[in-house]
């Protein structure tokens, strides 16, 4: 089952504030958030497992609700290399691959 | 070194050609993904490899077929594609087992042209 990902799309002034969420029907296992330019790869943010964790690096942090099977990623006075598009995929279980929802497309201007 | 390469870039190709696509990673990782992903789209998974072996086909039309012929290289071979089959095509990499708990490195994807 797709997560639900929102908002679709934001756009940003250089040092506010964003939270994109991302939610499922199912239980989870695990959730992992990447960040896509155009034209490039997905780049690897941070990967969430259930317990209901917090993790961050840098300005960009995340949480993992696994009650409300939703995870939301913060970023945190934005910078203009933050724009793209961010996906976050899920995984049922240790074993079942990822799968990522329609993306939330992330503007940041000066 | 976190890099997954993929070769070529770039693929034109008509519906009449074979083709395949490379992918090559240096990690010692023992799960290798295909994935498509279409513009404006979520990548969606293709093929898992698990210790060089097939373990998940996600229903995916036979004119792809994946090879894995050791542990760093993984193949897509291409055969009598249609013009929807246009896309970036990306490999993905993790240490082990499937993507549950593992971290996923991508390549740059080669972009497929099907005319």
């Known amino acids: 089952q797709q997560p639900v990902q929102s908002p679709q799309a934001v756009i940003l002034r250089e040092g506010e504030d964003a939270v994109i969420n991302c939610s499922s029907s199912k239980a989870l296992y695990s959730v992992h958030w990447y960040r896509q330019k155009h034209g490039e790869a997905p780049v690897f943010l941070m990967i969430l497992l259930k317990g209901g964790e917090q993790k961050g690096h840098e300005k960009i942090s995340a949480s993992f609700n696994e009650k409300k099977q939703q995870s939301s990623l913060y970023l945190t006075a934005s910078q203009l290399s933050y724009s793209g598009t961010y996906f976050c995929?899920?995984?049922?279980?240790?074993?079942?691959?990822?799968?990522f929802g329609k993306g939330t497309r992330l503007s940041v201007i000066a | 070194d976190t890099e997954v390469t993929q070769t070529p870039k770039h693929l034109v190709m008509g519906m009449t050609n074979k083709k395949s696509l490379k992918c090559e990673q240096h990690?010692?990782?023992?799960?290798m993904y295909w994935y498509k992903q279409k513009a404006k789209k979520p990548p969606e998974l293709m093929f898992v490899?698990?210790?060089?072996?097939?373990?998940i086909n996600e229903s995916v039309p036979s004119r792809f077929s994946p090879e894995c012929p050791n542990s760093s290289l993984l193949n897509l071979h291409l055969h009598a594609l249609q013009p929807e089959d246009s896309a970036l095509y990306l490999c993905a990499s993790s240490q082990g087992g499937l993507a549950g708990v593992d971290t996923q490195y991508f390549g740059p994807g080669t972009r497929l042209t099907v005319l």
């Open positions: 490899y698990s210790y060089e072996k097939l373990s």
């Open positions: 995929g899920t995984a049922t279980g240790g074993n079942t691959p990822l799968v």
């Open positions: 990690m010692g990782h023992r799960a």
